[in-house]
């Protein structure tokens, strides 16, 4: 396992930066509810992360640490990904090596569909994803007889384009060119115009449009309708929520007080991530936790985003199963439900 959090902060210097009042306000900590609570099942949890795929949206699980600890977890685990997982979070979970972390849904659900043991808890956020072409393409419907870089055939994000695509009316099987690179080839791809379009999140997506690389065609959080549904939701594995469920529910309790966290003090949340080996410049992960509209989370309805993107994943046969089937089996609300009523503003 690789530990990204190589000097967690102490609760003495978490809190002293934030400050007692702002901490009890913003991320709700009540040591007296979690004291009162049964304890976790278990004290030991693992979460996604592999540093040469950074993906920043996911914020809320790295500056998650102190509040897992108080939570009642101390083996606090960042797994990263093999190369049978082609770069998604719900493989990891599926294969056990993973308990509860921040995923793409379209990811969740590609892995629910092929009966892989992942359940989706709760919405995290909208808007990380987006589209950058080359400058002289200027809309979606342009990138057709263009080169899309993937990073892997039939991944979470190819299906996701696929009923972008579909939905202004592209075909994604004939109008699309899909090359797969590695991820970390990409920019030098695109700068030499080998490559005319590639999916980017956080922090690379500021990182290109700051350094003014290529432009954006689509933005999940301003463009219509992708910015009424969340792109990243909290899962876990099947067995693990089964077998745990005092801890699954500490688990999202202490990610949705992080997700508050990034949403009301973007500085804090950067300067945690940063000083714990984040590989990003402070100023850009500031960026992130400034324009990912984190307070989101209790505001939309996971289910409605788990159906929209299975049904039109169904209708295009990326997926075999009915989105009510795979909602049925692959998702458990009632985490959420309880931790909004407890974690109400």
């Known amino acids: 396992m690789n530990r990204l959090l190589t000097s967690p902060w102490s609760r003495r210097r978490f809190l002293g930066h934030l400050g007692a009042a702002g901490a009890a306000g913003i991320i709700g900590l009540k040591p007296g509810i979690a004291a009162a609570e049964p304890p976790p099942e278990t004290t ?12 920043l949206c ?13 939570e009642g977890f101390t083996d606090i685990n960042y797994t990263p990904f093999e ?20 995923t793409w849904v379209a990811d969740t659900i590609l892995v629910a569909d092929q009966g ?3 359940v989706a808890l709760s919405g995290m956020h909208t808007g990380c994803t987006e589209i950058v072409t080359q400058k002289d393409i200027r ?13 892997a055939p039939g991944s979470a994000e190819q299906a996701w384009l696929s009923i972008l695509f579909t939905y202004i009316g592209l075909d994604p099987l ?25 999916t980017l999140w956080p922090p690379d997506a500021q990182v290109y449009r700051n350094q003014k690389i290529g432009h954006v065609i689509l933005d999940t959080g301003t463009d219509k309708p992708w910015k009424d549904y969340y792109c990243c939701i909290i899962a876990g594995n099947q067995d693990f929520v ?7 529910r500490r688990a999202i309790r202490a990610m949705l007080k992080a997700t508050d966290l990034c949403a009301l003090e973007p500085e804090l949340a950067a300067r945690t991530v940063i000083d714990n080996g984040f590989p990003s410049e402070y100023d850009t992960a500031l960026q992130v936790f400034s324009e990912i509209p984190y307070a989101l989370w209790r505001d939309l309805d996971p ?5 929209f993107y299975a049904l039109r994943m169904h209708k295009l046969g990326l997926i075999e199963h009915t989105p009510e089937a795979l909602i049925s089996k692959h998702t458990d609300w009632r985490f959420l439900n309880e931790l909004k009523r407890e974690l109400k503003a």
């Open 44 to 55: 030991s949890i693992n979460i996604v992360h592999d540093p040469s795929i950074p993906v």
């Open 58 to 70: 996911y914020g809320p699980q790295y500056v998650a640490t102190e509040m897992l600890k108080m």
């Open 83 to 102: 190369e049978d997982d082609v770069a998604m979070d719900s493989p990891v979970l599926a294969s056990g090596r993973a308990d509860i972390t921040a």
């Open 116 to 118: 892989g043991p992942v």
């Open 139 to 151: 809309s979606i419907r342009e990138l057709k007889g263009r080169k899309f870089a993937l990073l």
């Open 174 to 198: 004939n109008d699309v060119e899909w090359v797969v690179h590695p991820y970390e080839q990409w920019q030098e791809l695109f700068l030499a115009g080998e490559i005319d379009a590639l």
């Open 242 to 248: 089964d077998q745990h469920p005092v801890a699954t």
């Open 303 to 307: 289910e409605d985003t788990f159906r």
